[in-house]
């Protein structure tokens, strides 16, 4: 156990994840290096609240997810939740310590299409939590699926469906009932919406708000829309090459974002207030390959700000302003 | 508007009186529409008939010999015997439909026998990977090199001089059954492999499920589909690899078999030729049918066709 600060239900230190890169031989296959898919990622996610994680596809945002959960097996790092240290618990091989820490965090899929088993109906995919944890009677487990089903805006009959008979919308509104159904306090969704039609979108994302304020949930909110994010979250942390460069609280980092790279995705954000010129910053040069980083700033060669040293360390995640943190040897300063 | 609503109204209640259709309701409407596949399920069904109703439908019973006693061997085709006799004056119309039997039973028995050992061998080494993977596609690469049909032959024969009486169909349907699950558990191998890495394996884990629950709740529902193509087939070499071993003379000698039907008939001094044309037919029809059968069953039942 370890005392976390008051409020604070989640809390990840250095958390690194890499992925070994092989080159095939003659003979045998042996590593070349290793895909730096998440690199010392910390921060704390406070009971209720809403963090945001955005950053360009490949930045690391799946990888730094599932890597909390244990989908993916840690380089190294810590997390604890309520205090649990989650790793420890998960290689322990208790089988009840387990049970009970995965009720407690559940994950919402990028793709709802892949992520539900096309052999099971959905009554099967909602009920299967309960043959699992077996933490209500079983009796109970028909009404509670088809609340559970009401609850995320579906209807009874669409209990014995299968999900290719389904829109991915519905889909994801079966994968958040599924979720739902271990009665979570944390959850991670990943562009729970990113998949799905314009259309639709407002009305998962709005579901979603509504499970949490009524079951007090936790979220972590990973999207490249930004847009959302500012309407969503409380906390944004915006991700680049597998780091954390720039934290801080919604509107504080979308009113005065202090890293470069962050300046640029906001700038990119499609603006509705009329008249406002949009001053869009293009960032030059493409994102480098998450293989074997440079051991200095990973954004230098885009950004168009560095100064000497920036070639020469890597500049880490410092408190620039209360709660607010950005990883730049400039970060103090107000670039315009 | 109100004309709009009740439209919206009425699709909502069609989608809601339709049934259900599940993957496997899927595929036996395109199976269905298969004309070869249902030839082939016809074939099988006929084959199947005359294995349980054989006593039945035979016009002659087992060791009737009567054609003889009456010296009506080696007859013809005729009214009386369908297919003809042969040399000791059994009715080979009979014959053919108590060897449906035996031939069913070692063909189905070694396919699912070997199926068993195929599926836990393939889906402990898809899914758990690393060494235990190694070792185990080792060990299946060993009986896949292995000369089988010689190593049968060798088997049988110990088994058939320590064993003073008939050993039945047991035999033959384990040796074969231990000698052929080395290819289709790769085959099942190989979609572990895929399957464990499919978003629906990773959200059952992160529910709590475990090992146990996905291999067999998860992935093999999702793999069944490949295991019934891989049977039907296995059906067909296995009747193929019985009437052979048969036709040598590897089997009870007690039981009727079209192998050994076939190998009478070179054994009659004068050939008469429906005492082995029918039996051979026998054969070719089978195997033909499991093979379309199964054709039929791999287009019906292939995930890439799905809606
Ligand atoms: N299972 C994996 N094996 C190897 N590399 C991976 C794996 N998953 C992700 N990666 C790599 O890690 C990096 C981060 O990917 P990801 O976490 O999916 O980013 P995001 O979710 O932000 O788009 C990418 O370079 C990706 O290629
Ligand atoms: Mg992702």
């Given amino acids: 156990m370890k005392e976390l600060p008051k409020n604070v239900v989640l809390e990840v230190e250095h958390l690194k994840k890499l992925f070994p890169v092989f080159e095939k031989g003659i003979l045998f296959s042996h590593q070349t290096g290793s895909i730096h898919a998440c690199d010392n990622v910390s921060f704390k996610v406070e009971k209720g609240k809403t963090l945001g994680l955005v950053g360009e596809s490949g930045s690391g945002k799946t990888t730094l997810a599932k890597t909390i959960l244990y989908l993916f097996h840690p380089t190294s790092g810590q997390v604890f939740f309520e205090g649990i240290d989650v790793f420890k618990t998960f290689r322990s091989k208790n089988k009840q310590d387990i049970l009970s820490l995965r009720r407690k965090m559940q994950y919402i899929f990028q793709d709802p299409y892949s992520s539900l088993n096309p052999r099971m109906t959905v009554a099967d995919i909602i009920m299967e939590p309960y043959q699992i944890h077996r933490h209500i009677p079983k009796k109970e487990w028909p009404i509670r699926m088809y609340e559970l089903l009401r609850l995320v805006g579906l209807e009874d009959y669409h209990s014995e469906r299968y999900p290719h008979e389904f829109s991915g919308g519905q889909r994801q509104r079966v994968c958040i009932a599924r979720a739902l159904a271990v009665e979570p306090e944390f959850l991670i969704a990943d562009e729970p919406v990113s998949s799905l039609d314009v259309s639709i979108r407002a009305q998962i994302l709005n579901l979603l708000g509504d499970l949490q304020s009524k079951f007090n949930l936790t979220y972590i909110y990973i999207s490249h829309d930004l847009s959302t994010v500012r309407h969503i979250c409380d906390e944004v942390a915006v991700m680049y090459l597998g780091r954390i460069v720039e934290l801080a609280e919604v509107n504080e980092l979308f009113e005065s974002p202090r890293h470069p790279y962050t300046k640029a995705l906001i700038s990119a954000v499609p603006t509705s207030k009329p008249g406002q010129k949009s001053n869009r910053i293009i960032l030059p040069g493409e994102v480098p390959s998450p293989i074997n980083p440079p051991l200095y700033c990973r954004f230098y060669p885009r950004c168009k700000y560095h100064i000497p040293i920036c070639k020469k360390k890597d500049p880490k995640l410092e408190e620039i302003l209360n709660k607010h943190y950005v990883s730049c040897f400039r970060g103090k300063e107000k670039l315009d | ?307």
């Fill in chain 2, 1 to 307: 508007m109100s004309k709009d609503h009740t439209k919206k109204e009425m699709t909502k209640k069609a989608v809601k009186t339709s049934k259900p259709i599940s993957q496997w309701g899927i595929a036996w409407k395109r199976f269905k529409k298969n004309k070869a596949a249902l030839a082939g399920l016809f074939i099988e069904g006929i084959i199947l008939f005359m294995a349980i109703f054989g006593p039945f439908i035979a016009p002659y019973p087992p060791n009737d010999i009567s054609a003889f006693m009456e010296g009506r061997t080696r007859e013809a085709p005729s009214w009386d015997h369908l297919m003809g006799t042969d040399y000791t004056g059994h009715d080979v119309f009979s014959q053919i439909i108590y060897g449906a039997a035996p031939a069913l039973q070692v063909g189905v028995g070694a396919a699912v026998f070997s199926m068993v050992i195929a599926v836990l061998v393939g889906s402990i080494a898809g899914y758990y990977g690393g060494k235990i993977d190694t070792i185990l596609m080792r060990f299946s690469e060993v009986f896949l090199v292995m000369p089988a049909f010689l190593f049968l032959i060798v088997l049988l024969k110990v088994a058939m001089t320590i064993t003073v009486a008939g050993f039945g169909l047991g035999l033959t349907i384990l040796v074969l059954g231990i000698l052929g699950w080395a290819g289709d558990s790769r085959a099942i191998r190989a979609e572990f492999l895929k399957l464990k890495e499919y978003e629906f394996v990773t959200a059952a884990k992160c529910l709590g499920a475990s090992n146990r629950r996905i291999i067999f709740k998860h992935i093999l529902p999702n793999v069944l589909h490949l295991i019934i193509v891989l049977i039907t087939s296995s059906i067909a070499i296995n009747v193929i690899l019985e009437a052979g071993l048969s036709f040598l003379g590897f089997s009870d000698p007690n039981i009727i078999t079209w192998g050994r039907m076939i190998a009478y008939s070179l054994e009659a001094i004068r050939g008469a030729w429906w005492q082995g044309v029918f039996p051979g037919l026998a054969i070719v029809v089978t195997v033909l049918g499991f093979n379309i059968l199964g054709d039929g069953l791999r287009d019906a039942l292939d995930p890439r066709l799905r809606e």
